[in-house]
């Protein structure tokens, strides 16, 4: 029959006349109303061409293709009767895709997710959970460490984890299955590796073991033993003094004293980063010292009033801020950067603020700083701080900025020379305050005072600016008053 129909389409038939009468005529009366067929290749390509039913159908012009039952349903009522039992509804081909699912159901892999559009692998660092313990739905199982965060793998499903297929310290992309839970339970051994019972060939070669070390001294001592001769005793020769070290070779200290321990990447992408900054940067430091008179008694006259209305304290983090944002509005080239042969001008105010954690350096933005009062900031800067020593901040969060401020001071830096932060073009470093004599209205006077240093882009900023902005800095910490009168 198919031959027939071959035939007649390469002749250049109808659909009509293929799947008309004659087709009713050739098929068998006993065959089922749910017969389905399957064609090869060459035939799909042979009927699909020539059919206009087959492209009414929603097939896309291929008989015995896997459809869905829906498009069946829908389409059936155009369809001759004639031709939906050679319409396949359930191809032995047809395969469904289900996220974190095993072949029988029961078991799910957990994979490593999304890490972020720059991120496009990472180091598996360590295992938060052991094969037969129990997991819940989007528990933490493994830690993924990348350049810039620490990423959790969570469990897909509910169960009990039976096995790990990667290793500490592996690299990893995202989609890479790590892990097998088993939603039932079955199959999974809940003894630890150090606590399994020894096989019966171990004990046994181990018994063997034990009975051959037995009889050893018993077959030694039923040996004769030989006479030694007698000889006279020879003169030792005298063993020769230690080498005494040239006083020109080093004495380095022995190994067992040193410990090798290797980068993680966060480490190694700073690393690399500061280092490129160093590289690329004609890098330029300026000073400037600040009197914190001012700023530190408005923070204690409106502390207690502060925390009641706006549920967060006010500290000295935000006053630098909104001092930076005075300083970048009126020096815009310090919120520019170079970017090849032209000069990008931001119109944008994205404050980032170094945090050192304990697994290292993170910078996470607050985002339009300019339109952000002081009890919008502190907030900010705490929600961010606590995301960042946790673990929990997102790349997203630490991406972008056009401005960083570093405060060395809360660890008891006195003075220092920050490093950009690319593609930033200068970096604002605070210190530590310390009581210092000034000589103010003609009197020497104990003030608590701070340096600030400014680094810049010396191939994009002049000096001018820069200690343009440094002063701008320094005018509203000193008298936070400026930034209500706009002066």
């Known amino acids: 029959m198919w031959a027939i129909i071959r ?12 799947f008309g009468r004659p087709l009713r005529e050739t098929r068998p009366v006993t065959a089922p109303a749910t017969r389905s067929y399957s064609t090869n290749v060459k035939e799909r390509l042979l009927l699909g061409r020539g059919s206009k039913i087959v492209g009414s159908a929603g097939l896309h012009g291929c008989l015995g293709c896997p459809i869905s039952s829906k ?36 078991l799910v892999d957990a994979v490593v997710p999304f890490m972020g559009e720059s991120i ?16 819940e739905v989007d528990e933490p199982i493994a830690q993924i460490e990348t350049d810039k965060v620490t990423i959790d793998v969570a469990s897909p499903e509910a169960g009990i984890l039976q096995k790990f297929v990667a290793n500490e310290g592996d690299t990893v992309e995202p989609g890479t299955k790590i892990a097998i839970i088993s939603k039932s339970g079955e199959g999974v051994a809940h003894v630890a590796p150090s606590e399994q019972p020894p096989s019966k060939a171990d004990s046994k070669a181990s018994a063997d073991k034990k009975n051959a070390v037995k009889e050893k001294p018993k077959e030694e001592t039923s040996l004769p033993k030989p006479k030694a001769e007698t000889s006279p005793p020879r003169p030792k ?3 020769p003094p230690p080498s005494k070290p040239s006083a020109t070779e080093p004495q380095l200290p022995p190994k067992e004293r040193e410990r090798r321990v290797p980068m993680t990447r966060l480490r190694k992408r700073v690393a690399t980063r500061l280092k490129d900054s160093q590289n690329t940067f004609a890098m330029l430091t300026t000073f400037n010292e600040v009197d914190m008179t001012g700023l530190m008694k408005l923070r ?9 209305k706006h549920g967060v304290k006010l500290g000295l983090m935000s006053g630098f801020v909104k001092a930076a944002v005075s300083g970048l509005q009126n020096q815009p080239i310090i ?21 050192g954690t304990p697994k290292g350096l993170v910078v996470p933005v607050i985002r339009n700083a300019n339109k952000m009062n002081f009890a919008e900031i502190e907030k900010e800067i705490n929600t961010l701080a606590k995301k960042a020593n946790d673990g929990s901040i997102s790349i997203d969060e630490m991406a972008g900025g056009s401005f960083t401020i570093s405060n060395g001071g809360v660890y008891g830096s006195l003075l220092s020379t920050p490093i950009i932060n690319p593609p930033q073009s200068a970096i604002l470093g605070m210190h530590s305050i ?15 005072m701070m340096y600030i240093a400014l680094t810049y882009d010396h191939r994009l900023i002049d000096g ?14 000193e008298d936070p008053r400026r930034l209500l009168l706009d002066i």
Not at 9 to 18: E, K, Q
Not at 300 to 308: H, I, N, P, T
Not at 434 to 448: D, L, T, Y
Not at 464 to 477: G, N, P
């Open 7 to 18: 035939r007649k389409v390469v002749n250049g038939s109808s659909s009509a006349s293929v």
């Open 71 to 106: 498009t069946v349903r829908e389409r059936k009522q155009n369809v001759p009767r004639e031709v939906l039992p050679f319409l396949q509804t359930d191809s032995p081909n047809y395969m469904q895709y289900r996220s974190f699912s095993s072949d029988n159901g029961d």
């Open 120 to 135: 496009t692998d990472g180091t598996l660092a360590n295992f938060l959970k052991q094969p037969g313990d129990r997991v």
């Open 237 to 239: 020769a005298p063993s």
């Open 300 to 308: 204690s006259d409106y502390k207690d009033a502060f925390v009641e």
């Open 335 to 355: 919120n520019a950067v170079i970017d090849g042969d032209d000069i990008i001008y931001r119109d944008y105010i994205d404050i980032s603020i170094a945090v």
């Open 434 to 448: 310390v009581n210092r004599p000034m000589f103010v209205g003609g009197e020497i006077v104990s003030r608590p």
């Open 464 to 477: 001018r600016e820069a200690v343009f902005f440094l002063r701008r800095i320094k005018d509203v910490v």
